[in-house]
């Protein structure tokens, strides 16, 4: 199962990004989808996570700014971020929790990573 983030750059403080997750179609269903970030010097922290038919949780430095939504069909995450801070600057990566099939265990995956700078 392969993760394709995409989406990050370098924005000013304000500006708005949109990061997008593509899981490959060997994936048979996806329980959990989600985005983690990483600061330099700083452990990965979860910003964003939806199960599949409940209501998304977030990290309370972005809850009000950032959005996670899915689509089931396209198999990708989305997370748009809003309102940008020096502070969320990280490496921003996508992960999902799922079976390759209908008789294997739930596994988690992750994506390669896409780096988000905002400058003050």
């Known amino acids: 199962v392969q993760l394709q983030a995409s989406g990050g750059g370098l924005v000013q403080a304000g500006e708005s990004l949109r990061l997008s997750c593509a899981a490959s179609?060997?994936?048979?269903?996806?329980?959990?989808m989600g985005w983690y970030r990483q600061a330099p010097g700083k452990e990965r922290e979860m910003v964003a996570a939806?199960?599949?038919?409940?209501?998304?949780s977030y990290a309370e430095s972005v809850k009000g700014r950032f959005s996670i939504s899915r689509d089931n069909a396209k198999n990708t995450v989305y997370l748009q971020m809003n309102s940008l801070k020096p502070e969320d600057t990280a490496v921003y990566y996508c992960?999902?929790?799922?079976?390759?099939?209908?008789?294997?265990?739930?596994?988690?995956?992750w994506g390669q990573g896409t780096q988000v700078t905002v400058s003050s």
């Open positions: 992960n999902l929790e799922g079976k390759k099939s209908s008789w294997s265990s739930l596994s988690m995956y």
């Open positions: 179609r060997s994936i048979f269903s996806i329980n959990v």
């Open positions: 939806v199960v599949r038919g409940k209501n998304p």
